[in-house]
């Protein structure tokens, strides 16, 4: 059911010590990649190499190094974090409140299936420019419904007043 992805991932983690600063490059994983496993290649991959980890996070770590996914995944991780904070607080029954969450939604279930999966030329673009598009909703939002407004103005008045 997972493809033999155990394998590829018992042979992937390995090298992820190996790429703790600096990764092998974008799109090299396949040269970083032990190609010698004459048994997997008969069996496993059908006569074919390695190419994908099929773990985003895994191949992000492999060609870009240990800092710049923690940066990724800081980034997305703010985005999740603050939809979240957004749409538990706007009203949902605006259009442009349900196009968010459902950018919001659909940028989730792509950083989950990331994990068992991984990025390609037909998915990526369409995820990329949902995050861009749910970042753009996101502010417009939070500028109509000043929502983080108060918030700050509440805690202005409390230091006045102590």
Known sequence: AMSSRGHIWNQTIPLLKK??????????????YPQNDYIGQEYIYKNGYQVKAHCWYLQQWVENGLVATLALLAFLGWYVIRSIRIYRRVDLHQRLSWIGFGLFAAVLVY???????DSNVCTAPVFWGMLGLGLAVNRML???????????????????VF
């Open 19 to 32: 790429h703790i600063l600096i990764g092998c490059g974008a799109n090299a994983y396949m040269l970083e």
């Open 111 to 117: 950083l989950i299936t990331a994990l068992a999966n």
């Open 142 to 160: 939070v500028e109509k419904e000043k929502l983080f407004q108060k918030a700050e103005e509440d805690t202005e008045v409390k230091k006045r």
